[in-house]
């Protein structure tokens, strides 16, 4: 089980796979307020940052379940090497449809929402590992600036304008999904960088050391075309941040 491996090969030095910067997961720590021993359960975890380095700053315990295996491997590292893999344990598999055994104090998805179908089913399953009164993270794109055509809309890596929300709206839906944000940390065009750029020296190392793959055509597309794309359209048009909810 595997995600498409040309994500293996684009994100393989990402530590974080969005475009939060470890600050921003510091600040979203803290804003939490997480006291020792809580338990977070984070569906589609990547290298594993927010739970290893909220481990070691809060002393938080807590699962992570991710599908890429190349992923789930890196944040079982990290974890060793922040001296956290007692606190923090790590699951390869398909997140669609976990639910904990033991309910959890913060259960997240961050930005991988297509997990459970969407922001609504998302929350859905969430709540099924949550204690009463816990706190849901979610993090999500949204238009910072609203395309003007599909077109636009599909240079930014959606299929139409209607798939993402502006900002009041984004909020707004968690609000009639009968939410309370409580907190919320928001990315930045740097943070677009830090995620998107990443990528670029990634692909040029792994095409001089896999001149014959069979991505190597793709990679080699991807790195000529995508730091015009990003910043044209993503860095422009797509905001993105981590909201945290409490059922009402
Ligand atoms: N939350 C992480 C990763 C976000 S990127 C971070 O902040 O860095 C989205 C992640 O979802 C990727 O790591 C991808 O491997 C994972 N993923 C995609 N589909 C999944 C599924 N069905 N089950 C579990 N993980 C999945």
New binding site residues.
């Given amino acids: 089980m595997d ?1 498409p491996r040309i ?1 293996n090969i684009t994100e393989s030095a990402h530590r ?3 475009p ?1 910067t470890p600050d921003q997961y510091a600040t979203l720590g803290a804003a939490l307020r997480l006291s020792a021993g809580a338990r977070v359960l ?6 594993g ?2 739970l290893c380095t909220w481990a070691r700053d809060h002393g938080i315990v807590g699962t992570g ?4 295996p190349l ?1 789930t491997a890196q944040a079982q590292s990290r974890a060793v090497e922040l001296g956290v893999a007692g606190q923090v344990g790590f699951i390869h598999g ?3 449809g976990y639910v904990a055994d033991e309910k959890v104090d913060v259960a997240a998805c ?3 929402s297509w ?1 459970a179908g969407g922001v609504a089913g998302t929350l859905a399953l969430l709540a099924q590992s949550l204690r009463p009164g816990g706190i849901i993270l979610i ?1 999500e794109p949204y238009w910072r600036q609203l395309p003007p055509s599909n077109e636009v809309a599909q240079q930014c890596q959606a299929q139409a304008v209607a798939d993402f929300l502006t900002l009041p709206e984004l909020v707004a839906s968690f609000s009639n999904l009968g939410h309370d944000v409580v907190e919320m940390v928001l990315a930045n065009p740097d943070g677009w960088d830090r995620y998107e750029a990443t990528k670029w020296l990634t692909m040029r190392r792994w095409l001089q050391a896999n001149p014959n793959d069979e991505l190597a055509n793709e990679v080699r597309a991807l790195l000529t075309t995508e730091p015009v794309r990003h910043v044209t359209y993503t860095r422009e048009y797509l905001g993105w941040g981590v909201f945290a909810l409490m059922a009402r």
């Fill in positions: 995600i994500f974080i796979h969005n939060f984070d569906l589609g975890s990547g290298s940052e927010m379940i991710d599908m890429s992923f398909d997140a669609a961050i930005g991988a997990i993090g």
